[in-house]
Structure formats: C-alpha cells, structure tokens
C-alpha cells in the first residue's frame, strides 16, 4: 500500500541497496546481537537486521508506520511508539549493550546525538545516517570551524569512523543534502579524564556559545565569573583571547579541573 511522506518527521526514505548493504556490513551484527534502530519507516533496514539479530527493538513516531510494522507478526520485533526524544530508554533497553542502526531524522539527529552520549553504557556500536554537514561537525578536528560541542562530546566517548557518503537520489523524496554514514564504537574510558561531566559540558558549551567572541568573554557570557576565568585559563596555559574552536579535549579536561577547584 503506497505510503505518503510527513515532513512534520522529517522522512526520507533510504531505498539504495548499496548503501543499505554498506550500513548492514558495518554493523557486523551476529545472531547473538541486541540491535536497536530508530526510524525505521517502511523498515529496508529493519528488514536486513531482523535475520541477523537475536532481537531488534524500534522507535517509530509515525502511527501509520508502527501499523505496517506490527502487521509483520516477527516475535523478533518489538515496537516502541512515541518520540525518540522522550520515550524513556532505560526502562525498556534493560539488557545491554546493544547495537544501534538508524537512518536518523535529519531534524533532530543533534538532539538524538546529545541524548545518545548521555545513554552511552547503552549502545557499544552505533551506525549512523546524518545529514552530510552535521556529520562532518562529529568527526571535525580542532581549529575548523565545523569543531564544535557535538565534535568534542562525541570524540570524547567514541571512535567515530566513515563508512560511506550519500548522494539525494538514494533516499525517496530525496533530501536536498547529501549524507555520510558514521560508525561509533563507545571507548573503553574517556579520551581524557571529563573531572565532572556536568561541569565539563557546561565548560564546552561555554566555549561555542558565542564563537565570534573569544574564549574568556564566551565563557563569562555563559556565566562563568570572571575570576574564575582569568584563573582556570592561565592555570590551563590557555589564552584567554583564543576561540572554543582552537581548544583540545585536554584542553577542556584542563580547563574543567582548574574550574572544579574553584
């Protein structure tokens, strides 16, 4: 039965068998796996996953969507209707780690991605489609400026890798970006020692909250007093008229610590 797209969701369609296969090959999923996907509209990938995987969970907004898959009757398959966003993970991913595969909704695959990071010890590898831009900020070094919160976050928890880049013409409709397939396998520990992870998203956050500004006034704009600034970014041996671009993991790590003392 033909299925008309919602852009309320955000739907593009992946219907490429080369890049399907390319996304199921990085997953590397084995019949003993747990594997989550997200968005699985008219489920191409779900349709791969399902064969290979011990189980697979899905979390689909759409009401239609959720019919047709329920219509499979696959006691495999488990369904979880509402918004990414909100529905509560923990409470029905209780037996990690498990994989995730997901074509993301390009509207809100940055919220996805910040909510991820803090679920980590639920996904050990994740295979993921972006928007081509906001993908290049996840893997982007310091000193460009696609180097930001999400590049620092990411980098943090993950080893993040390319699998393949995607043109419009694979997705029906087809979206106006191209796209990059990203693989996410979550590290043993931090890169760097976080000190305090709420204190060290706030420090990053601070940094590109205003990026035409320099560092020091980014961060006092952000809250931070000033004493606390001059003092944690000379202790850091970072300057205070540089920009949150320019700064390293060890710089952040440095730079919370110094904070943290304060």
């Given at each position: 039965m033909p299925y008309r797209t919602k852009k309320r969701f955000g739907q593009h369609f992946?219907?490429?068998?080369?890049?399907i296969d390319k996304?199921?090959?990085a997953a590397q999923i084995t019949s003993d796996d747990h594997v989550v996907e997200i968005g699985p509209g008219l489920g191409v990938l779900t349709d791969q996953l399902l064969p290979r995987a011990a189980d697979v969970q899905v979390m689909e907004i759409d009401r239609d969507l959720i019919e047709r898959l329920e219509a499979r009757e696959d006691s495999r398959l488990t369904i979880h209707s509402g918004d990414v966003l909100k529905l509560p993970w923990r409470n029905f991913l209780d037996s990690p780690p498990y994989t995730l595969v997901a074509n993301l909704p390009y509207n809100i695959s940055s919220q996805v991605v910040f909510r991820l990071i803090e679920h980590r010890e639920l996904f050990q590898q994740m295979v993921l489609m972006f928007q081509r831009e906001v993908g290049e900020r996840l893997v982007a070094a310091p000193g460009g400026k696609d180097y930001g919160i999400l590049s620092?976050?990411?980098?943090?928890?993950?080893?993040?890798k390319t699998v393949t880049l995607v043109k419009p013409g694979a997705f029906s409709p087809p979206p106006k970006v191209d796209s990059i397939v990203l693989k996410f396998n979550l590290l043993p520990s931090a890169r760097v020692d976080p000190i305090d992870e709420v204190l060290f998203k706030r420090v990053v956050k601070g940094a590109f909250a205003y990026r035409r500004k320099t560092l020091r006034n980014s961060l006092l704009a952000s809250g931070f007093a000033a004493t606390?600034?001059?003092s944690s970014l000379q202790q850091a041996g970072v300057s205070p008229g540089c920009r949150g671009e320019t700064l390293s993991l060890q710089n952040f790590s440095d730079l919370t610590r110094f904070f943290a003392e304060k």
């Open positions: 992946l219907h490429d068998r080369a890049v996304i199921i090959a620092v976050l990411c980098q943090l928890w993950y080893e993040i606390e600034i001059d």
